[in-house]
Structure formats: C-alpha cells, structure tokens
T-cell receptor
Framework: GQSLEQPSEVTAVEGAIVQINCTYQ??????LSWYQQHDGGAPTFLSY????GLEETGRFSSFLSRSDSYGYLLLQELQMKDSASYFC?????????FGTGTRLQVFP | NAGVMQNPRHLVRRRGQEARLRCSPM?????VYWYRQLPEEGLKFMVY????????ESGMPKERFSAEFPKEGPSILRIQQVVRGDSAAYFC????????????FGEGSRLTVL
C-alpha cells in the first residue's frame, strides 16, 4: 500500500522558521512534491525533489532523503499570508499521491 | 496564458441527479488529473487521462463515476445518481508531460448534494 504521514497542525509566529515533515511508504517512487492550499483555494505547487538533498526557492526550502523515505518543507521568515495547509505528495508511477496535509497557523 | 479552467465552480444537485464537471487544461497540456477533496482532508486521486485515453482510473469508484477527455473539448467528470457522500470539492489538474511533480490545479468545482 501507499501512505504519507505529516503532522496535522503546526503553529508559529511571524518571522519564525517552521519545518513540516513528511514520511512516506510507496512503491514506484519518483520524487516528492510540496503544495500550498489556502482555505477555499486551489493547491499551488511549491517544490519538487527527485534527488536527495536540499532545494531552495526563496523563503521556502525542501529536503529529500530517499533512503529514509523522508522529506521536509522549511519555511523561513514566516508571514501571516503563509497561514495555509501544506501537502506533501509522492510522484508514484504516473500520478501524485497526496498526504493528509499540515495546517500552518502563523500568529502575529 | 489562461490557467486550468473548471466549471461550474459550484453545483447543487438533489440525490439521484447527475453531476457533470468540466475541466479545460492549460494550453499545451495533454495530461489531465482529477482529485476529490473532502473538508479538512487531503486530495484523493481519482483518474488520470490523456487525450482520448484513460491512463489510470485506480482511484475512481467502480459505479456511478466516469471520466473522459475527448479529442476536442474539455475533460468531463460525470457522477450519476449522486448521493450525499459525493458532496466534495473536485479539482482538476494538468501537466505538459509525465514524470514531473508539478501539477497545475484549477480552482475546483464544489458539489453539494441535498
């Protein structure tokens, strides 16, 4: 079977750094993606790791360790607008399989 | 360059009626995916289509649900004889190629079954 686990909720204050972890069990793994979704909105792509290591895109970074079946999303210099749900997703054979999401609340 | 277009954005149906959800992928994208999302939950894969072909329908319920992506026109997700449990947001996504972790999502169609 396939499963992805991530924390259900994370809270932080503006300006802080937060890390959202994701562990997965799947066959046919090609890579790990991260998506952001605001309430009532569409999921939007943040990053994709096909190889081990850290990918940095502005305030957001994503890490993958294929041997540990583990990845994380790192958000720096948090802003109020970062309050949203964050989903990890495994690229499996021909489709993305999403985790259940982590709700991030940023407080002033 | 228009994004993924879904319509209707909101749809209300009574139990037993049919729901048709449409999705036009981004220009140049030939791969379409449908996902279902219940409130406070993740996105559940339903079906992956290319023009005129269903590639992977492993997430589709065996009955009442069907999808197509004709040579001309949008992709359509069809739900027959809707039940209250079908109430959800249905998202369509597209990509230009396979083997990429980047999907472009539409704003979703929110189905409410009374």
């Amino acid at each position: 079977g396939q499963s992805l686990e991530q924390p259900s909720e994370v809270t932080a204050v503006e300006g802080a750094i937060v890390q959202i972890n994701c562990t997965y069990q799947t066959s046919g793994f090609y890579g790990l993606s991260w998506y952001q979704q605001h309430d009532g909105g569409a999921p939007t792509f943040l990053s994709y790791n096909a190889l081990d290591g850290l990918e940095e895109t502005g305030r957001f970074s994503s890490f993958l360790s294929r041997s540990d079946s583990y990845g994380y999303l790192l958000l720096q210099e948090l802003q109020m607008k970062d309050s949203a749900s964050y989903f990890c997703a495994v690229y499996n054979t021909d489709k993305l399989i999403f985790g259940t999401g982590t709700r991030l609340q940023v407080f002033p | 360059n228009a994004g993924v277009m879904q319509n209707p954005r909101h749809l209300v149906r009574r139990r037993g009626q049919e729901a048709r959800l449409r999705c036009s992928p981004m220009k140049g994208h030939s791969h379409v995916y449908w996902y279902r999302q219940l409130p406070e939950e993740g996105l559940k894969f339903m079906v992956y289509l290319q023009k005129e072909n269903i590639i992977d329908e492993s997430g589709m319920p065996k009955e009442r649900f069907s999808a197509e992506f004709p040579k001309e026109g949008p992709s359509i997700l069809r739900i027959q004889q809707v039940v209250r449990g079908d109430s959800a947001a249905y998202f369509c996504a597209s990509s230009p190629t396979t083997l990429t972790g980047e999907l472009f999502f539409g704003e979703g169609s929110r189905l409410t079954v009374l």
